[in-house]
């Protein structure tokens, strides 16, 4: 009530669950949630209208419902979700046509396959920036899914066993926009980063070793 017009509320290791969601101020076009407890009602109405960026860092309580709501009520430009989240592939799949708006999407902690993957590259062909982190299922075959996002700009991965950096390299050289590459890998192997830079000249890489991993994985 005494912030009619504010656009951007972060909120940090808060219990929302007494909170209602409808209370939330309608100007905001920005929410973003770090650490904290938000009841099954949340982001489930049209009470914040102007939504456009939703950022969710560790809410344990976020589930696949609050993912289907938020995708169904609002046209996002952002969505960022972070943690040990109960959002599977059949969840992408269902959301992913509410959200052909995107520009920046980012998805970490959530095992997702190449079934999810591609959904992502079926119906969020507006994609400026993507973000992929502990996708265990996913495969080379399904990057090979991502090469309809032609206005991809910056492309974040984590490179494992079953994503060989030949794979990587193929969906890069389809996508002419692309300029930012961001690599987890097992070791910062010196053969790794002289394959991937003399493949993709173009490209600025980004490799951070697992051992680091930890220390940036929720940098928002």
């Not at 005494?2 to 409808?22: F, M, T």
């Not at 938020?70 to 979700?81: D, E, F, Q």
């Not at 899914?145 to 066993?161: A, K």
């Amino acid at each position: 009530m005494r912030c009619p017009q504010l656009l951007c509320l972060s909120v940090d290791d808060a219990d929302l669950r007494n909170v209602p969601y409808d209370s939330l101020p309608p100007s905001l076009t920005r929410l973003e949630l770090r650490r904290c407890l938000i009841p099954g009602s949340w982001l489930c109405c049209w009470a914040v209208p102007r939504l456009q960026h939703l950022v969710v860092h560790s809410i344990n309580t976020f589930e696949s419902h609050h993912l289907l709501n938020v995708a169904s009520h609002y046209s996002l430009k952002t969505l960022s979700v972070s943690g040990f989240l109960k959002i599977h592939d059949a969840d992408i799949e269902q959301a992913a046509p509410d959200l052909e708006e995107l520009e920046r999407f980012v998805l970490r902690g959530s095992f997702i396959s190449d079934w999810a993957v591609e959904f992502i590259g079926r119906h969020m062909i507006r994609l400026r920036f993507l973000e992929i982190r502990s996708a265990g299922s996913l495969t080379s075959a399904g990057l090979e899914r991502l090469t309809s996002l032609r206005d991809l700009e910056t492309l974040g991965l984590d490179l494992s066993d079953r994503v060989s950096p030949g794979a990587v390299i193929a969906l890069c050289q389809a996508l002419p926009r692309l300029r930012n590459l961001r690599l987890t890998i097992p070791h910062c192997a010196d053969e790794v980063r002289a394959r991937i830079q003399e493949s993709l000249p173009n490209v600025a890489l980004h490799l951070i070793p697992y051992r680091e991993h930890t220390s940036i994985y929720f940098t928002e």
